[in-house]
């Protein structure tokens, strides 16, 4: 599957505890997105990133969240001390040189908070 | 603030009508423009891209952009149960590195 592979498909974590959301970008494609998708909303940016650069973080919160895209293996956004707040669909998507272009989505990582 | 904006519906037609999704957006120097289709659970998938003023097809679906009024909008001819779905406006503004997406229209097709 040449798809972008998200993992795990579903995650439920209890308050204070941390997630970790892996995404690995289509063959080809260096360029990986992160967006959070409440119920009822539209998809909210969150982190731009490149092989070993954020580019653009702008839609992070500060506190708590963090993303990277190493050299080697899949881009990965960590929440610490996650809150029921947290709770939403985060979907990563990747192009090949920037938004130009579009977006190909994965599937998402379901967090759950309890 | 630069926004994109879509109306929520739910937008209700009937089988094998034309439906009509429209976006309006806020930056007068946006360049690229992007249909999503995104079903219930599921991720958002790219449908229609448009980059200059006017029309362009892609089977049933047709993508319509007209930059002096900041409106894009998506016909979809002889709608089907299937088309069912939230359909998502996505546009690259001007100063801004990533796509910045409407809130979707919930399309429901009725047979």
Not at chain 2, 57 to 63: K, N, W
Request: hydrophobic share 30%; aromatic share 10%; net charge positive.
């Amino acid at each position: 599957n040449a798809g972008v592979m998200q993992n795990p498909r579903h995650l439920v974590r209890r308050r204070g505890q941390e997630a970790r959301l892996r995404c690995s970008p289509m063959k080809g494609h260096s360029h990986v997105y992160w967006y959070r998708q409440l119920p009822e909303e539209g998809l909210k940016f969150m982190v731009y990133l490149q092989k070993e650069n954020i580019i653009d973080e702008s839609g992070m919160p500060k506190e708590r969240f963090s993303a990277e895209f190493p050299k080697e293996g899949p881009s990965i956004l960590r929440i610490q001390q996650v809150v029921r707040g947290d709770s939403a669909a985060y979907f990563c998507a990747s192009s090949p040189d920037g938004p130009n272009y579009g977006y190909t989505f994965g599937s998402g990582t379901r967090l759950t908070v309890v | 603030q630069k926004e994109v904006e879509q109306n929520s519906g739910p937008l209700s037609v009937p089988e094998g009508a034309i439906a009509s999704l429209n976006c309006t957006y806020s930056d007068r120097g946006s360049q690229s423009f992007f249909w999503y289709r995104q079903y219930s659970g599921k991720s958002p998938e790219l449908i229609m891209s448009i980059y200059s003023n006017g029309d362009k097809e892609d089977g049933r679906f047709t993508a319509q952009l007209n930059k002096a009024s900041q409106y894009v909008s998506l016909l979809i001819r002889d709608s089907q149960p299937s088309d069912s779905a939230t359909y998502l406006c996505a546009v690259n503004l001007s100063g801004y590195s990533t796509l910045t997406f409407g809130k979707g229209t919930m399309l429901l097709v009725s047979p």
